[in-house]
């Protein structure tokens, strides 16, 4: 069973630039089911943020942070990552790394904790 450890998160000021990593253990991410980042606020429903599914390397991306956000992974599928740049306010979160069959929709299989980005203007 494959376990996830999320780090990367902190506080840094809009405009500013974060990499989450999520590291895989007991197990790697599987090159057929989605990889993805997701948040959530307390009190909000958990929105997707960005996928990527390494069988065909395709990746989306929430309209939200098209642009400032790059979903991306080692070769060894052990580690996901999630480059943030000009961070805004609205992108304070707790950031969770997840892989399963469905990012789109969120049923996903395997949770990370979670890292906290807070974000201030």
């Known amino acids: 069973q494959v376990q996830f ?4 998160g902190g506080s840094v000021q809009a405009g500013g630039s974060l990499r ?5 253990s007991g197990n790697t991410f599987q090159r057929t089911n989605c990889m993805g ?13 960005a996928s990527l599914y390494p ?5 989306n991306y929430a309209d939200s942070v098209k642009g400032r956000f790059t979903i991306s992974r080692d070769n060894a599928l ?7 740049s ?4 609205e992108d304070t979160a707790m950031y969770y790394c997840a ?8 049923r996903m299989d395997y949770w990370g904790q979670g890292t906290q980005v807070t974000v201030s203007s």
């Open 99 to 106: 892989t399963g069959g469905d990012c789109a929709g969120g």
């Open 5 to 8: 450890v999320e780090s990367g």
């Open 37 to 49: 980042w997701f948040r959530q606020v307390p009190g909000k429903e958990r929105e997707g943020v």
């Open 78 to 84: 052990t580690a996901l990552y999630l480059d943030m």
């Open 55 to 59: 069988i065909t390397s395709s990746t």
């Open 20 to 24: 989450l990593s999520c590291a895989a």
């Open 86 to 89: 000009g961070l805004k306010p």
